[in-house]
């Protein structure tokens, strides 16, 4: 496929619903819902905009930990839920037991969420925040989705390689592992589709 291709996503109606503090409140109706997660400042907010198709959907900022609640988005047949960053080197240590009691209580509770789209970038070995969020997804058993982000800063001969770095890392077959720019679109239409293909499933 070609890696300028838009995502299946794009173009389609999107409401923001609101940000919510409480990692169970309950979507209306019923549908399959992604959370979005990864370290501060590993660009969620840029592949989500890239890929619903739109510039600003989800603020990009430059302080990294600045999303603190639940960002909710509605499409016709899914939500995508942008969650808090984590490893945020300036976060005390209360803000940071707040990120992981969130976290948490997300994963062990909501009955509702379909999967996790985790972001790492794909340039740096997993830290030791990566880690520890690595053994809180293990500890869940949910479906998870390993998105390398950053691709283009990497010359083109060396994102294989970085790819195969990650996943041996994580310990997770290449077909749970994408590798995505928001920058230039490599892998944004791969992504849109998976998550298609994902609540179709779960419907």
């Given at each position: 496929?070609?890696?300028?291709?838009?995502?299946?996503?794009?173009?389609?109606?999107?409401?923001?619903?609101?940000?919510?503090?409480?990692?169970?409140?309950?979507?209306?109706?019923?549908?399959?819902?992604?959370?979005?997660?990864?370290?501060?400042?590993?660009?969620?907010?840029s592949?989500?905009?890239?890929?619903?198709?739109?510039?600003?959907?989800?603020?990009?900022?430059?302080?990294?930990?600045?999303?603190q609640l639940?960002?909710v988005?509605?499409?016709?047949?899914?939500?995508?839920?942008?969650?808090?960053?984590?490893?945020?080197?300036?976060?005390?240590?209360?803000?940071?037991?707040?990120?992981?009691?969130?976290?948490?209580?997300?994963?062990?509770?909501?009955?509702?969420?379909?999967?996790?789209?985790?972001?790492?970038?794909?340039?740096?070995?997993?830290?030791?925040?990566?880690q520890?969020?690595?053994?809180?997804?293990?500890?869940?058993?949910?479906?998870?989705?390993?998105?390398?982000?950053?691709?283009?800063?990497?010359?083109h001969?060396?994102q294989?390689?970085?790819?195969a770095?990650?996943?041996?890392?994580l310990?997770?077959?290449?077909?749970?592992?994408?590798?995505?720019?928001?920058?230039?679109?490599?892998?944004?239409?791969?992504?849109?589709?998976?998550?298609?293909?994902?609540?179709?499933?779960?419907?």
């Amino acid at each position: 496929m070609n890696p300028q291709a838009p995502s299946p996503l794009a173009g389609l109606p999107i409401e923001f619903l609101g940000s919510f503090p409480d990692p169970s409140h309950r979507l209306i109706p019923a549908a399959a819902e992604f959370a979005f997660i990864g370290r501060s400042n590993v660009g969620k907010s840029s592949l989500l905009n890239a890929l619903v198709g739109r510039r600003s959907v989800a603020r990009v900022s430059g302080t990294p930990g600045k999303t603190q609640l639940l960002n909710v988005y509605r499409l016709p047949r899914l939500y995508l839920i942008d969650l808090p960053g984590y490893g945020f080197a300036k976060a005390g240590q209360t803000a940071r037991r707040e990120y992981r009691e969130l976290l948490q209580t997300l994963l062990r509770s909501r009955d509702s969420l379909t999967g996790v789209v985790w972001l790492l970038d794909v340039r740096h070995p997993l830290s030791v925040d990566d880690q520890e969020f690595q053994t809180l997804l293990s500890e869940s058993g949910r479906a998870v989705l390993a998105v390398l982000t950053k691709a283009d800063k990497l010359p083109h001969g060396r994102q294989a390689a970085a790819l195969a770095a990650r996943s041996r890392e994580l310990g997770i077959g290449r077909e749970q592992v994408q590798l995505v720019s928001a920058t230039t679109g490599l892998g944004i239409a791969e992504l849109g589709e998976s998550l298609l293909a994902a609540a179709t499933e779960a419907a």
